[in-house]
T-cell receptor
């Protein structure tokens, strides 16, 4: 299994500002994943974070808006840049261990 | 890319009855199909999964069936209990294991006492 610590758990931010979300895993993993869950909706993959290389972004998500760092095999950050109210969502990091995906507790972001 | 459709979006059943949630996927290369339960304000948690080389898998009151030809899979919960009330998500992946999941839209299941 994997224990994932994600912070902050929630934040209220002004539009135009940026927020960096941190994700710490208790074991070394090759890939970490960042998902967005808009209110009352499903999870959508934003990007895959690989240690030592640039993140791979899914269609509709760009590096300028969601820059990702992956400095080592247990840690990653996701920044939500130049925020607007449409960015209000829950952001979750995830890792795969064996056949199971484990999720952080999520960061509930509200942009006002 | 992969697209996963999930139905119904809401489901209400009497305690003790069975609940069935269905998903279809578009990419025949998908080979791993997990189901997640998400309680209000909590993270998604795996409840059962199935690989493409298996047609059915059961774990106590929960079972999943897979029809590769038709590209659909279903979650079956028997003898439902109030604590089964949650949002359930199906997902699909082309990689071995739970990497890069594509999720269905979710089903809000309510168990009425």
């Amino acid at each position: 299994s994997a224990v994932i610590s994600q912070k902050p758990s929630r934040d209220i931010c002004q539009r135009g500002t940026s927020l960096t979300i941190q994700c710490q895993v208790d074991s070394q993993v090759t890939m970490m994943f960042w998902y967005r869950q808009q209110p009352g909706q499903s999870l959508t993959l934003i990007a895959t974070a690989n240690q030592g290389s640039e993140a791979t972004y899914e269609s509709g998500f760009v590096i300028d808006k969601f820059p990702i760092s992956r400095p080592n095999l247990t840690f990653s950050t996701l920044t939500v840049s130049n925020m607007s109210p449409e960015d209000s969502s829950i952001y979750l990091c995830s890792v795969g261990v064996s056949t199971e995906a484990f999720f952080g507790q999520g960061t509930r972001l509200t942009v006002v | 890319g992969e697209n996963v459709e999930q139905h119904p979006s809401t489901l209400s059943v009497q305690e003790g009855d069975s609940a069935v949630i269905k998903c279809t996927y578009s990419d025949s290369a998908s080979n791993y199909f997990p189901w997640y339960k998400q309680e209000l304000g909590k993270r998604p948690q795996l409840i059962i999964d199935i690989r493409s080389n298996v047609g059915e898998k059961k774990d106590q009151r929960i079972a999943v069936t897979l029809n590769k030809t038709a590209k659909h899979f279903s979650l079956h919960i028997t003898e439902t209990q109030p604590e089964d009330s949650a949002v359930y998500f199906c997902a699909a992946s082309k990689r071995q294991g739970a990497q890069k999941l594509v999720f269905g839209q979710g089903t809000r299941l309510t168990i009425n006492p």
